[in-house]
């Protein structure tokens, strides 16, 4: 048994944009539809369904979730690296332009790091690696509520394909602070960062060209916009407009003269108590826009493995991207580690 590639897609499409139609010949709406291929994919508890129709449906799946992760990743990535997008097999030359000189560059390489000495060198050759990712979900959720956890499944693998980078580019600014390739004026490190130290640093990266930008989990975000009301100075010259964005806001977008970019970082047990990225560390950004700390060639988009637990019956993934990952211009990052804040 298999599914039809063609008219999955169309209807996975469908039912995750809200754009369900009915059939006018069967009479059946999308959200029938979607049911019935969760429960020939997953079963109905009466037989044991084929578990090639299970690697059928996460591959269209993730298909569908690289779709949507795309405009995600781009957005995010675009604050602080250069992307570009390459055929699997392809070879890809980074440039280091002179304006700011790279003498040193990180590569992440899936379970470490790499050092790189450039010297004189103006570009240099990205090498992919395969950066993993482990997922799992529930069928019986997709069976009993099809529509709802659908899309829930194609945002959280949309989301872990953000995660995945993050995770790499928080090594690659692990291995650079230890280093002292990240200049050590660009590293905050400690309890309760201030938002006096916080504001330096911005001031520092905003040298560089454009406003900076601060990516970090929102507990971080929220920590060090809230100083700001109780700072003795900046208190009194806060707008309104920023103090309506602290008391109703759930995301917070703008810490003094820097963006706020929020991680996707949800909890990964039912006890709330852990979540993928460490919410002590955040990263700021020059807002210079040719040349970001970061470049990131992308070969190809994510591709699954799937197996089903025997156990519990959960649908295990391990999500593969090809990608080459690498820090060249340290001195335009700047990096919070925060001990203070927990979850």
């Known amino acids: 048994m298999s599914l039809n590639a063609t008219e999955m897609k169309k209807l996975f499409n469908?039912?995750?944009?809200?754009?369900?139609i009915e059939d006018a010949e069967t009479k059946l709406h999308d959200s029938d539809s979607i049911k019935?291929?969760?429960?020939?994919?997953?079963?109905?508890?009466?037989?044991?369904?084929?578990?090639?129709?299970?690697?059928q449906f996460n591959n269209l799946v993730v298909e569908l979730a690289e779709e949507v992760a795309k405009p995600l990743v781009t957005e995010m990535l675009g604050f602080f690296a250069n992307k570009v997008s390459a055929t699997r097999g392809d070879i890809k030359q980074i440039k280091t332009p002179n304006k700011i000189k790279a003498k040193i560059v990180w590569s992440a390489n899936g379970?470490?790091?790499?050092?790189?000495?450039v010297g004189g060198m103006k570009s240099i050759v990205a090498?992919?690696?395969?950066?993993?990712?482990g997922f799992y979900y529930e069928p019986l959720d997709l069976v009993q509520d099809s529509v709802n956890n659908f899309r829930a499944l194609v945002n959280d693998l949309a989301e872990a394909k953000i995660r995945l980078y993050m995770k790499e580019i928080s090594?690659?600014?692990?291995?650079?602070?230890?280093?002292?390739?990240?200049?050590?004026?660009?590293?905050?490190?400690?309890?309760?960062?201030?938002?006096?130290?916080?504001?330096?640093?911005?001031?520092?990266?905003?040298?560089?060209?454009?406003?900076?930008?601060?990516?970090a989990d929102t507990l971080m975000i929220d920590d060090l916009a809230m100083k700001q009301v109780s700072d003795a100075t900046i208190g009194k010259i806060i707008p309104e407009s920023a103090k309506i964005e602290l008391f109703s806001a759930m995301n917070i977008t703008a810490i003094g003269r820097t963006t706020a970019l929020n991680l996707v970082n949800?909890?990964?047990?039912?006890?709330n108590s852990t979540v993928e990225l460490n919410v002590q560390e955040g990263f700021m950004f020059a807002g210079e826009a040719s040349q970001k700390p970061f470049t990131v060639v992308e070969y190809g988009g994510m591709r699954q493995f799937t197996e089903q637990n025997m156990e519990d019956e959960r649908i295990k993934l391990k999500l593969n991207q090809d990608a080459s990952i690498v820090l060249v211009y340290a001195e335009t990052l700047g990096f919070i580690k925060d001990t203070a804040l927990t979850l």
């Open 171 to 215: 090594k690659l600014t692990s291995a650079a602070v230890s280093a002292t390739t990240i200049p050590t004026t660009n590293v905050i490190s400690g309890s309760n960062t201030s938002i006096i130290d916080y504001n330096k640093l911005a001031s520092r990266l905003g040298r560089f060209g454009g406003k900076p930008v601060l990516v």
């Open 36 to 55: 019935a291929v969760c429960q020939k994919v997953f079963g109905d508890g009466g037989q044991t369904p084929d578990p090639s129709m299970l690697h």
């Open 111 to 117: 379970s470490g790091v790499d050092l790189i000495r």
């Open 14 to 20: 469908r039912v995750y944009k809200n754009e369900m």
């Open 266 to 271: 949800p909890f990964l047990d039912a006890t």
């Open 127 to 133: 090498v992919p690696k395969t950066f993993t990712a």
